[in-house]
């Protein structure tokens, strides 16, 4: 009878890992209804689980931590364009939110994504926990990016009317007359 036990709760975990591919690392308490067996490790790990919900990590731990993720494994250059990362920071708790700053967010591939997501929890112990990550683009905030500046020669000067040296500009004051 035990064996049963072992093998239903064997299977529950590999049913629990394959389905919920997300909530990998989470706890997976047993408790048993009729005896109550179980009841104090589930509160220790809703407890646990509360504790990791509600952290905040602080922007200069995470950017440490994103320089060497970098460094482990650096972002794809596809069509030749490098994304940089720039700066990473948590925006929010309940669940635990990030932005990622970067170049050509657009380009960054979700496999990448997933490797960042991957690693905040095993880096920061947050198994089990969703977390959301955002990945905003720089140049998104620049108002300039898609305009051309016209820059000012002579040649465009004089083609305009503007720089004539022959022409007599008119007397500042009385005695220039």
Known sequence: MENEKQEKLK??????????????????VTVSAKTGRGIDRLHSAILDAHKIWNRRITTSLLNR???????????????GRRIRLRYMTQVKTRPPSFVVMCSHADLLPTSYERYLVNGLREGFKMPGTPIRLFVRSQSDKNPYANKKVKRVT??????????????KRPARNKREK
């Open 65 to 79: 931590w994103l320089i060497s993720m970098l460094e482990m494994h650096p972002p794809p250059a596809p069509g």
């Open 11 to 28: 299977d529950i975990r590999e049913k629990f890992t394959r389905l919920l591919p997300q909530l990998r690392g989470a706890p997976l």
């Open 154 to 167: 002579k040649l465009n000067k004089h083609m305009e009317g503007k720089f004539q040296k022959d022409v």
